[in-house]
């Protein structure tokens, strides 16, 4: 027998995956919290497997849960794709598109070169920067779609991929701790650089910026020529560089959100549409080095 899927019970779905929150949800969807609840135990007995556990105070994602945010996000860009194609509207104008700057390191450009070919009408304006520069051009009105981190503990943006954040040095790095340790860091105000700070003060380590790089390529080239020690996303991790393991002793970083946000202003748009399903159908991939 052929099971078919509600687009609605998948976004709605998509929703708690997400914030990991029913309230969460059926406030960012509009709708109330029993129909959260509905619609995805509706998904659960069309899939005949358990995709969401709740208790009181959690909600946690299984395994098969994991996979069916992938399959929901293909069936509903396929969906948004069909729309756009049968209704005549065809993405166009110009799109505005922030790309943090270490994902230009990843299958982003490819998937901008794809939609450019798909939607030859729309003109881009892309701006490469860092995260924390871009969420304030996102808010000031001067971006469509922002693909790039966001900063732990908040919520807004559809999750794409969520990365362990590691240490990064070269080949032979050793790291003296009975001085401050050299980084190499962006410029404030940067996630990746609060997220050092704060594990290496977490555990009374002295540390100093080693290096200030205003781009991934500078970054990348400090670390490589031993200047000092960095922090990236564990899948952007260079051939050039090297993680740094328990050996080094260094504190955990623990972990970061690598999300698609869209301006609320332009964000139903038929090419802001377009390009954010395009990015939310490759899912993970999309934000793994090439």
């Known amino acids: 027998m052929t099971v078919t899927y509600d687009p609605v019970q998948l976004q709605t779905f998509l929703a708690v995956a997400q914030t990991r929150s029913f309230t969460q949800a059926a406030a960012r969807l509009g709708i109330r919290q029993p129909t959260v609840s509905q619609h995805v135990r509706k998904l659960e007995e069309a899939t005949g497997r358990v995709l969401v556990h709740r208790d ?74 860092q995260s924390g520069t871009l969420h304030r051009r996102l808010e000031n009105d001067r971006l469509d779609l922002f693909v790039g981190k966001r900063p ?56 100093r910026s080693a290096c200030i790089c205003r781009g991934v390529n500078g970054l990348i080239a400090a670390v490589a020529a031993g200047i000092g020690i960095s922090a990236l996303a564990s899948s952007l991790v260079p051939v050039q560089l090297t993680p740094l393991g328990p050996q080094h002793r260094l504190p955990e970083l623990g972990y970061i959100d690598l999300v698609l946000l869209t301006n609320p202003r332009t ?9 954010a399903a395009a990015v939310l159908a490759s899912g993970p991939t999309s934000l793994a080095t090439a």
């Open 152 to 207: 732990r503990g908040e919520h807004r943006g559809q999750l794409v991929k969520r990365d362990r954040m590691v240490w990064v040095g070269n080949q032979s790095t050793r790291l003296d701790f009975g001085r401050p340790l050299p980084l190499a860091v962006y410029p404030t105000p940067s996630l990746s650089r609060t997220a050092m700070q704060n594990a290496l003060e977490r555990t009374n380590t002295a540390y």
């Open 56 to 129: 009181t105070h959690t909600v946690t994602i299984t395994p098969d849960g994991e996979a069916m945010i992938g399959f929901a996000r293909s069936i509903l860009a396929a969906h948004e794709q069909a729309a756009g194609y049968f209704s005549g509207e065809r993405p166009h104008g110009r799109l505005r598109i922030g790309m943090s700057d270490d994902l230009a390191l990843t299958r982003l450009p490819q998937i901008l070169r794809d939609f450019r070919r798909d939607h030859p009408l729309v003109d881009l304006d892309l701006t490469v920067d």
């Open 267 to 275: 964000e139903q748009r038929p090419a802001t549409k377009a390009l």
